[in-house]
DNA sequence: GTCTATATATAGATAGAC
DNA sequence: GTCTATCTATATATAGAC
C-alpha cells in the first residue's frame, strides 16, 4: 500500500500517471476508478492493490504533483542583483511559464475546487508551492535597502497576488477575451510600484 | 423549462436554493439530482420538468448566485475622496466581506474548479463579478492625479489582484495557519504603494 | 501480484398514474 | 404539474482463480 510519493515502485507511478491525467481532466468526483485502471494500463485490483481506495490515491496524487512542481516554482532560487531586474524577471518567468502551461492551470482547479472538501490537500499547495514562494522574495526584499517596501512580507503577496491573479482571470477563468491586457503592463506596474524611492 | 434566472416562479427558485446548497457543498459531479430534489422539498421529476437535465440546472444556478453577487461586489458604487482614504476603505470592505464568508468562498472553489469543463461559466464570473471591480477602481485611479499608477487599469489589477490572492491563500486554500498575516498590512502596504508621490 | 468476474449501491433520466 | 415506481448505466470495491 502505497501512502507517500516518497517511495513508488514503477507500477505505482504507472497508476499515478493514470491518475493524473484523469483526476486533472474530470475532478475527483467525476474521475471513476475504471477509468484510471484503463489509462494507467492495469486492471481496477491492481489500482487497489497498490492504493487504499479512491481518496488514497487521490491524496497521493496531489502530493506527487505538488512535490513536482515545487522546485519548478522555486526556480534555482537565485534573487541576485538590482530589485528592478530581480522582480522583472521575476514576474515574466512565473507568467511565461504558467499563463500557456494546461497541466498547471487544471491542478489549480482540482487543489482549488476541491479545497472545501479535502483541506489538508490544499493547506498542502499553500505550504509547499505558495509560501515558499512568497518568502523567498520577502527575503530577497528585506535585503534591498533602496526600495519601496517598509513591509518586505506584505509587499512579497502583493507581487505573487497580482501575477497569481493575472494567471488565474486571464487562463483559469479564460478571462483572456473579456479583459485581455498585455502581461507586459502588469510587469512593468508592479516594477514602478516597488522600485520606487521610499517615501522621504 | 426555465432556461434564464430571469424569468423565475416560486417553484424554480425553490429548486435553485436547493441546488444551491448541494451544489456550494458537493460540487458538480459529487451532486446528484435525488439529492437536489430532497433538499428542495419536491421530487426528481418536477427538477426535470424546470430543467432540461443536471448541466442545465447548473448553468441556471451559477448564473443566479452570479447575479445574486454582482450588487455585492460593486458596492454603493461611490468612490469618491482622497485615494487614500478610497482605496483603503474599498480593500477592507472587500476582505471583510469575503474572508469569512463561507457561501461566497464554495462558489469560488465552484466555479474555479468546474472552470476547465464549464468555460462559459467561469467567463460570466470574470465578465459580471471581476471585470466591473477592476473597471470601476481603474476608473477612479484615472481621475487622480496625484498617485503613483502611470497604468491605471495595470495598477487596478495589482490593488485587487492582492486582495482576491490574500483571501485565496488565507480562507478558500485554508492557510491562515500557515502563513498568517493580519490584513492590516496587507492593506498598509497596498494604500503605501499607491498613494506614494509619483516619480519626478 | 495481477487478472476476470461480480456484488452492491447509486447515478441520471423517464413512464405513467393522478 | 406533481408524484411513485422504475429503467439503464455506471460507480466503488472485492472474491477467487492463476
Same mark, same amino acid.
Do not use: W
Given at each position: ?47 487497489? *492493490?497498490?492504493?487504499?481506495?479512491? %481518496?488514497?490515491?487521490? #491524496?497521493? =496524487? /496531489?502530493?506527487?504533483?505538488? @512535490? &513536482? ?8 532560487? *537565485?534573487?541576485?542583483?538590482?530589485? %528592478?531586474?530581480?522582480? #522583472?524577471? =521575476? /514576474?515574466?518567468?512565473?507568467? @511565461? &511559464? ?18 472545501? #472538501? ?83
Amino acid at each position: 500500500m502505497v501512502q507517500s510519493p516518497a517511495v513508488l515502485n514503477n507500477k505505482a507511478v504507472q497508476i499515478l500517471q493514470g491518475a493524473m491525467q484523469e483526476f486533472l481532466q474530470n475532478g475527483y468526483a467525476g474521475t471513476s476508478m475504471d477509468k484510471v485502471a484503463a489509462t494507467a494500463g492495469v486492471s481496477k485490483p491492481t489500482v487497489y *492493490n497498490y492504493f487504499k481506495d479512491k %481518496e488514497g490515491l487521490f #491524496r497521493a =496524487l /496531489i502530493q506527487y504533483v505538488a @512535490e &513536482s512542481r515545487c522546485q519548478q516554482v522555486m526556480g534555482d532560487g *537565485n534573487l541576485e542583483g538590482r530589485p %528592478e531586474v530581480v522582480i #522583472r524577471r =521575476l /514576474i515574466t518567468n512565473a507568467i @511565461e &511559464s504558467e499563463l500557456h502551461d494546461l497541466d498547471y492551470q487544471n491542478f489549480v482547479r482540482l487543489v482549488a475546487g476541491e479545497s472545501g #472538501r479535502f483541506p489538508q490537500l490544499a493547506q498542502a499547495f499553500v505550504e509547499y508551492l505558495t509560501k515558499p514562494a512568497v518568502d523567498q522574495l520577502a527575503d530577497y526584499l528585506k535585503g534591498c535597502s533602496d526600495i519601496n517596501a517598509p513591509d518586505p512580507e506584505a509587499t512579497a503577496r502583493v507581487v505573487l497576488g497580482a501575477t497569481v491573479f493575472f494567471i488565474m482571470t486571464q487562463s483559469v477563468m479564460h478571462g483572456e477575451t473579456i479583459m485581455p491586457m498585455d502581461p507586459q503592463r502588469l510587469v512593468d506596474s508592479l516594477v514602478d510600484l516597488v522600485t520606487r524611492s521610499p517615501t522621504l
